[in-house]
């Protein structure tokens, strides 16, 4: 059974930095892609950063030179290291990893969330 499991969220001052990490448990074949999503309060669950299985990244423009999405293909991690975070950051993130067999088969699992706060 395949799990995501999110780290790394908290409170922290505007300005500061916090790094996420989501751990893939479980067998997941034919990756496409990884990425970050975000929830905040009322609001829909928008992409932040994407990584595709060749390294090909992809930012939300609200966050392009702050945050930077890597991986660790051997231990089954994404990464979002976030700098420079502001207020309207904070949100809960969620990690998604996007499987499409060669038949074009697609699956999305998701991770339950780390919640990220940034205060003023």
């Known amino acids: 059974q395949v799990q995501l499991v999110e780290s790394g969220g908290g409170l922290v001052q505007a300005g500061g930095s916090l790094r996420l990490s989501c751990l893939a448990s479980g067998i997941i074949s034919s990756i496409n892609a990884m990425g970050w999503y975000r929830q905040a309060p009322g609001k829909q669950r928008d992409l932040v950063a994407i990584i595709t299985s060749l390294g090909g990244t992809n930012y939300a423009d609200s966050v392009k030179g702050r945050f930077t999405i890597s991986k660790d293909n051997a231990k089954n991690t994404v990464y979002l290291q976030m700098n420079s975070l502001k207020p309207e950051d904070t949100a809960v993130y969620y990690c998604?990893?996007?499987?499409?067999?060669?038949?074009?088969?697609?699956?999305?699992?998701w991770g339950q969330g780390t919640q990220v706060t940034v205060s003023s």
């Open positions: 998604k990893i996007t499987s499409i067999t060669a038949m074009g088969f697609r699956t999305d699992y």
